[in-house]
């Protein structure tokens, strides 16, 4: 049974940081795509990065670009997530996520493994 969980949320100010953790069982994650994703109240779920399964190449959406950095330890069968910069517009469930297709897919539909998420709340 494959399982991810999330890590590291919490409640932190604007202009700080975090570090979200997803450990993965059932599955390696060197063989996958993984990603990350976040939903605010009321919104759809927005993709923020993924890392194909070498590691060798992300993609990031603009909305997080240059604050956000996604890692990998394959050893530990973890991914990191590190954000900086932190604004209130960031606030959010944090989700990360593996994918069975090759390269670095952006859609939520592309995914087929979830984690159950971890609150993030940046305060101004």
């Known amino acids: 049974q494959v399982q991810l969980v999330e890590s590291g949320g919490g409640l932190v100010q604007a202009g700080g940081s975090l570090r979200l953790s997803c450990a993965a069982s059932?599955?390696?994650?060197?063989?996958?795509?993984v990603g990350w994703f976040r939903q605010a109240p009321g919104k759809e779920r927005e993709f923020l990065v993924v890392s194909t399964w070498s590691g060798s190449s992300t993609n990031y959406a603009d909305s997080v670009k240059g604050r956000f950095t996604i890692s990998r330890d394959n050893a530990k069968n973890t991914v990191y997530l590190q954000m900086s910069s932190l604004e209130p517009e960031d606030t959010a469930v944090y989700y990360c996520a593996v994918s069975e297709m090759m390269g670095t897919p952006t859609k939520v539909p592309w995914y087929k493994y979830w984690g159950q998420g971890t609150q993030v709340t940046v305060s101004s």
């Open positions: 059932g599955l390696s994650i060197t063989g996958y795509a």
